[in-house]
């Protein structure tokens, strides 16, 4: 296991529903990310957040909202979506700031969405 | 515009091969490349991480190779095993450590 759990870990939701996905991470880390995997399309980075602050938002749809209450946890608050967001939904963290080397990622197992 | 691209994007191997993946990058500056491995339905985990002084590193049956002047990386795979069978992903971390990733290549070990 990586120490990054996800959930749920598949989850049906038709375009006018709200939902959340949830992500935990049990390394300790300081930074965490929602990256966005589309069959036969590289992984797509979202949101990244350090130290609890959005540092980066890859210019997503505003019907994607995230929240980062505290450094182990991260979520993915989803309304009004389309069949095209239909993907996996993959959270990471890190450990940013140590100069030198290289800061890894490490991934949860994604939250496979569907959007009817 | 940086991008990585993998070749080939798919791969199909008997049992106990070996077998080369290849990652072409366009990201300048570079400051490392990674391999990941990626099974279905699980997020990527990390093979090997490169920086530009490194050319070859290893884990386990995985060799990653690094040359920094073509801007080429190759993943290795010896005797293949079953369990080998999921995406790789290469990997290109550049200016501000920003990720670029490549589109994986989906390999199957057959038995």
């Given at each position: 296991e990586t120490g990054v759990t996800q959930t749920p870990r598949h989850l049906v939701m038709g375009m006018t529903n709200k939902k959340s996905l949830k992500c935990e991470q049990h390394l300790g880390h300081n930074a965490m990310y929602w990256y966005k995997q589309s069959a036969k399309k590289p992984l797509e980075l979202m949101f990244v957040y350090n130290f609890k602050e959005q540092t980066e938002n890859n210019s997503v749809p505003s019907r994607f909202s995230p929240e980062c209450p505290n450094s182990s946890h991260l979520f993915l608050h989803l309304h009004t979506?389309?069949?095209?967001?239909?993907a996996l939904y993959l959270c990471a963290s890190s450990q940013d700031g140590d100069t030198g080397v290289p800061d890894t990622q490490y991934f949860g197992p994604g939250t496979r969405l569907t959007v009817l | 515009k940086n991008q990585v691209e993998q070749s080939p994007q798919s791969l199909i191997i008997l049992e106990g091969k070996n077998c080369t993946l290849q990652c072409n990058y366009t990201v300048s500056p570079f400051s490392n490349l990674r391999w990941y491995k990626q099974d279905t339905g699980r997020g990527p985990v990390s093979l090997t991480i490169m920086t530009f002084s490194e050319n070859t590193k290893s884990n386990g049956r995985y060799t990653a190779t690094l040359d920094a002047d073509t801007k080429q990386s190759s993943l290795h795979i010896t005797a293949s095993q079953l369990s080998d069978s999921a995406s790789y992903i290469c990997v290109v971390s550049g200016a501000g450590n920003m990720l670029t990733f490549g589109g994986g290549t989906r390999l199957m070990v057959k038995p």
């Amino acid at each position: 296991e990586t120490g990054v759990t996800q959930t749920p870990r598949h989850l049906v939701m038709g375009m006018t529903n709200k939902k959340s996905l949830k992500c935990e991470q049990h390394l300790g880390h300081n930074a965490m990310y929602w990256y966005k995997q589309s069959a036969k399309k590289p992984l797509e980075l979202m949101f990244v957040y350090n130290f609890k602050e959005q540092t980066e938002n890859n210019s997503v749809p505003s019907r994607f909202s995230p929240e980062c209450p505290n450094s182990s946890h991260l979520f993915l608050h989803l309304h009004t979506l389309q069949p095209e967001d239909s993907a996996l939904y993959l959270c990471a963290s890190s450990q940013d700031g140590d100069t030198g080397v290289p800061d890894t990622q490490y991934f949860g197992p994604g939250t496979r969405l569907t959007v009817l | 515009k940086n991008q990585v691209e993998q070749s080939p994007q798919s791969l199909i191997i008997l049992e106990g091969k070996n077998c080369t993946l290849q990652c072409n990058y366009t990201v300048s500056p570079f400051s490392n490349l990674r391999w990941y491995k990626q099974d279905t339905g699980r997020g990527p985990v990390s093979l090997t991480i490169m920086t530009f002084s490194e050319n070859t590193k290893s884990n386990g049956r995985y060799t990653a190779t690094l040359d920094a002047d073509t801007k080429q990386s190759s993943l290795h795979i010896t005797a293949s095993q079953l369990s080998d069978s999921a995406s790789y992903i290469c990997v290109v971390s550049g200016a501000g450590n920003m990720l670029t990733f490549g589109g994986g290549t989906r390999l199957m070990v057959k038995p």
